[in-house]
């Protein structure tokens, strides 16, 4: 097919009303009718838009396409996709390709085992008791996001890393901000930087007097510490935002799809399949991108060098062709193939980490608050739609016992 087809003039964004977790309604009629079209992104390049779940794995498992940002243009709106970005920095293996992605990616792989994620299953139990025996005792209503879902993951990975339980709380504030959409760009950079001098110094400490954590186990490897403090922010970031979102708009949904909630507590085995059908239908990182190397053949159109391909995952994830009734959220759908995670060499390190914890999540929240409910009208639950989406606050309440 000739590549003259016109281009869509900006990636959809604007999701349905009320229904923060389902994808722009455009994409559904893109991926019907050219699952690979021509797309305008916001700095003027003329790229590719991926719709369909064989295309979007067929992109993101092809090493002729290239993760590294100084290659990229962004598809999503913002200052930042104006601007092309400078080469990552060490230590930021997202960002890179063939070995030296490889050597980061191998380095990594062997310390998130499905065994040693397994290990820290008790731990991330007792954090989980923990925060709900707080939200317990404070009354009968809370906010979920700051008691529950962002604690959490917080706890779990200060602990994967090793950070001293004195300074969590200061470590936490400086990720939640980093992670704050509502946070202005000074302060943001702010808070990085003082995350970043913060783990400095922890890599000395561990450096001189290792422990049984993963920043300890890194420090054996041949890195620097500016790869060694870029690879724990990039795993601070993975494992903070994404289990955070997860959760809190994971619930959301399950409020606001009763009898699938209904069936959870009736079945409480269910759980584990339901966190991947939830990654399926909420796809909180909607979009990704990668760059070609060099022409190439894709859904019948090519590719040319230089060119960026935006992938939807959100669309990737609604296909009828690989999930049938797509749109509609199945806690007992065995939903194989998911993309919440990625696809490829680069899918994401921690899946296995994630996985725990939002399956302990999700089962002590409903075991320990069998009737929790919205305690504001879902239209006034605020929605995160950015690059990730999520809820930055869930009101919820329950009947005290």
Same mark, same amino acid.
């Given at each position: 097919?000739?590549?003259?087809?016109?281009?869509?003039?900006?990636?959809?964004?604007?999701? %349905?009303?009320?229904?923060?977790?389902?994808?722009?309604?455009?994409?559904?009629?893109? /991926?019907?009718?050219?699952?690979?079209?021509?797309?305008?992104?916001?700095?003027?390049?003329?790229?590719?838009?991926?719709?369909?779940?064989?295309?979007?794995?067929? @992109?993101?498992? #092809?090493?002729?396409?290239?993760?590294?940002?100084?290659?990229?243009? *962004?598809?999503?709106?913002?200052?930042?996709?104006?601007?092309?970005? %400078? %080469?990552?920095?060490?230590?930021?293996?997202?960002? &890179?390709?063939?070995?030296?992605? *490889?050597?980061?990616?191998?380095?990594?792989?062997?310390?998130?085992?499905? =065994? !040693?994620?397994?290990?820290?299953? #008790?731990?991330?139990?007792?954090?989980?008791?923990?925060?709900?025996?707080?939200?317990?005792?404070?009354?009968?209503?809370?906010?979920?996001?700051?008691?529950?879902? /962002?604690?959490?993951?917080?706890?779990?990975?200060?602990?994967?890393?090793?950070? %001293?339980?004195?300074? /969590?709380?200061?470590?936490?504030?400086?990720?939640?901000? +980093?992670?704050?959409? #509502?946070?202005?760009?000074?302060?943001?950079?702010?808070?990085?930087?003082?995350?970043?001098?913060?783990?400095?110094?922890?890599?000395? &400490?561990? =450096?001189? #007097?290792?422990?049984?954590?993963?920043?300890?186990?890194?420090?054996?490897?041949?890195?620097?510490?500016?790869?060694?403090?870029?690879?724990?922010?990039?795993?601070?970031?993975?494992?903070?935002?994404?289990?955070?979102?997860? +959760?809190?708009?994971?619930?959301? &949904?399950?409020?606001?799809?009763?009898?699938?909630?209904?069936?959870?507590?009736?079945?409480?085995?269910? +759980?584990?399949?339901?966190?991947?059908?939830?990654?399926?239908?909420?796809?909180?990182?909607?979009?990704?991108?990668?760059?070609?190397?060099?022409? +190439?053949?894709?859904?019948?159109?090519?590719?040319?060098?230089?060119?960026?391909?935006?992938?939807?995952?959100?669309?990737?994830? !609604?296909?009828?062709?690989?999930?049938?009734?797509?749109?509609?959220?199945?806690?007992?759908?065995?939903?194989?193939?998911?993309?919440?995670?990625?696809?490829?060499?680069?899918?994401?390190?921690?899946?296995?980490?994630? =996985? $725990?914890?939002?399956?302990?999540?999700?089962?002590?929240? $409903?075991?320990?608050?069998?009737?929790? !409910?919205?305690?504001?009208? &879902?239209?006034?639950?605020?929605?995160?739609?950015?690059?990730?989406?999520?809820?930055?606050?869930?009101? @919820?309440?329950?009947?005290?016992?």
């Amino acid at each position: 097919m000739p590549n003259s087809l016109p281009a869509v003039a900006e990636l959809p964004m604007t999701r %349905p009303e009320g229904r923060p977790w389902d994808p722009p309604e455009e994409f559904a009629r893109l /991926r019907a009718e050219q699952p690979l079209c021509r797309l305008t992104f916001p700095d003027g390049h003329v790229g590719w838009l991926a719709t369909s779940h064989a295309l979007v794995r067929e @992109v993101l498992a #092809d090493p002729r396409f290239s993760s590294r940002q100084e290659l990229m243009h *962004s598809p999503l709106p913002g200052a930042n996709a104006l601007e092309r970005m %400078p %080469p990552a920095d060490p230590g930021m293996f997202i960002r &890179a390709d063939g070995i030296e992605h *490889s050597r980061y990616r191998t380095m990594l792989t062997g310390k998130f085992t499905v =065994r !040693r994620m397994r290990q820290l299953t #008790d731990r991330i139990e007792q954090f989980a008791s923990e925060l709900l025996d707080a939200m317990e005792r404070q009354g009968s209503s809370a906010d979920l996001v700051t008691a529950f879902a /962002r604690p959490l993951p917080a706890l779990v990975i200060c602990d994967l890393l090793g950070v %001293p339980y004195a300074d /969590r709380e200061f470590f936490q504030e400086r990720t939640a901000t +980093i992670n704050d959409a #509502d946070a202005t760009p000074e302060v943001m950079e702010q808070a990085l930087n003082e995350a970043g001098a913060f783990l400095y110094e922890l890599v000395k &400490a561990k =450096r001189a #007097d290792p422990t049984d954590d993963l920043l300890s186990d890194l420090t054996k490897e041949d890195l620097t510490e500016p790869e060694l403090i870029q690879i724990a922010l990039l795993l601070l970031g993975g494992g903070l935002d994404t289990t955070t979102n997860m +959760i809190g708009l994971g619930t959301f &949904a399950l409020l606001s799809h009763p009898e699938q909630l209904a069936a959870l507590r009736a079945e409480p085995e269910l +759980i584990d399949g339901a966190v991947e059908e939830l990654m399926r239908f909420l796809t909180i990182a909607p979009v990704s991108a990668r760059s070609a190397l060099e022409d +190439i053949e894709l859904g019948g159109r090519q590719v040319k060098a230089g060119e960026t391909v935006a992938v939807a995952m959100h669309a990737a994830n !609604r296909d009828p062709e690989k999930y049938p009734d797509p749109d509609t959220l199945d806690v007992r759908r065995r939903a194989v193939g998911q993309l919440g995670f990625g696809h490829g060499v680069h899918q994401c390190l921690g899946q296995q980490l994630g =996985r $725990i914890e939002m399956q302990v999540g999700f089962r002590g929240l $409903i075991r320990r608050f069998p009737h929790l !409910r919205l305690a504001v009208p &879902a239209d006034q639950v605020r929605t995160r739609e950015d690059s990730f989406i999520g809820v930055y606050g869930l009101p @919820v309440a329950w009947d005290e016992v």
